[in-house]
């Protein structure tokens, strides 16, 4: 007969309340992490799919992704001429806010160099890829536009040619693919005043603007067979400009910008689970207490303690378990129906369940030492 099964159908009101508690709990904890791996994400998503070896950017900076930059809309040109260097891409790339109608979409408008780039690498789930110079996009379906609709920028008329799914920058903003060209004139809409007052201070407060207009950055597509690091270390002589890896753009954006962010999800997250152990062992305790002359009797007829610490560590393991398979549950039917990605890993998955067993086991220490400071005796009072 197994002690702790006994012990949990006399109590098993309890145990279930409990363990969907720490069902609850797990699943936070879950979409906590999956959050996080979800604005990572989106963060990489436009870098990986871009696929460059190097990011020529302004000098002095690490941009465009972690900071700004700005660099002359020409530069490609002197890129390309760099020995090694097989394709050189202009790009631009900016949040602003439209108004379509009745309603505020807020775009992350991200350019392509046509026609070296018309995105035919873009992750199409309808439509084409941008085929003409000027007045063709191609939008994430979170901004609610379909094929074949008509969108107005200032004067000028823009079709939706086709669509993607899950392409987001960082802010969860939809991505909105144009040309370099049309990602420039867009972002030149302006009111009348401010346009005078750029012209007076002949500043160049966004990128575009002015008579110097300028980039993001240029993506540089080496050679095959060419070693990376020396057509680096030629562009980098320059001075004028600084060269990083798609792996430093990595680094730069995960340690820098979303840094901070992954401290405080860990510090939630495991917040979290210290509150699952202490439901664990606030439940498991007053059993414990309940219990007490059923566990004197147990000692008085010969019961070793192993036996009372074996019962005690089951129900508390299997509070925890049952918590998990409770909480994987919600996470897997629930989190998919969020507005952003929740990315749900195997590896955060198996670290939760690794972490809330350890927990669990913690948990019943105190209640082990209160059964194991009770004595024989204690059935006879």
Known sequence: MNLAIKDIRHNLMRFLLTAFGVGLLIATTIGM???????????????????????????????????????????????????????????????????????????????????????????????????????????????????????????????????????????????????????????????????????????????????????????VTIQSGINADIVREKIARWGDVNVLSNEEQHLLLLDGRLGRLRIQIMAFATMTLLICCAVIALTIYTMTLEKTPQIALLKLIGARDRVIVSMIVTQSVLIGLLGLVIGIFIALNLFPHFPRIVLITFVDVVSVALALIILSIFASWFSIQKALNVRAQAILS
Do not use: C
């Open 33 to 219: 992490l999956g959050m996080y791996r979800g604005i990572v994400f989106e963060a990489v998503i436009l870098m990986d799919d871009m696929n460059a070896d190097l990011w020529v950017v302004e000098g002095g900076r690490v941009g465009p992704f972690a900071e700004s930059s700005a660099i002359p809309v020409n530069l490609d040109m002197r890129v390309e001429g760099v020995p090694g260097v097989a394709l050189a891409r202009r790009f631009i790339a900016y949040n602003q806010q439209f108004q379509f109608e009745d309603r505020y979409v807020r775009l992350a408008v991200t350019a392509l160099d046509f026609p070296k780039d018309n995105g035919n690498w873009i992750p199409l789930i309808a439509g084409r890829t941008i085929l003409a110079p000027h007045y063709e996009a191609v939008a994430d379906i979170s901004a609610g536009f379909n094929i074949g609709d008509k969108l107005r920028f200032n004067r000028d008329l823009y079709t939706v040619v086709g669509l993607m799914k899950h392409q987001v920058d960082m802010a969860g903003d939809p991505l909105f693919f144009v040309t370099i060209q049309d990602a420039q004139t867009i972002n030149r809409m302006l009111p009348s005043e401010a346009v005078l007052l750029n012209r007076a201070s002949r500043g160049q407060s966004r990128m575009g603007l002015g008579n110097t207009p300028s980039v993001g950055a240029v993506l």
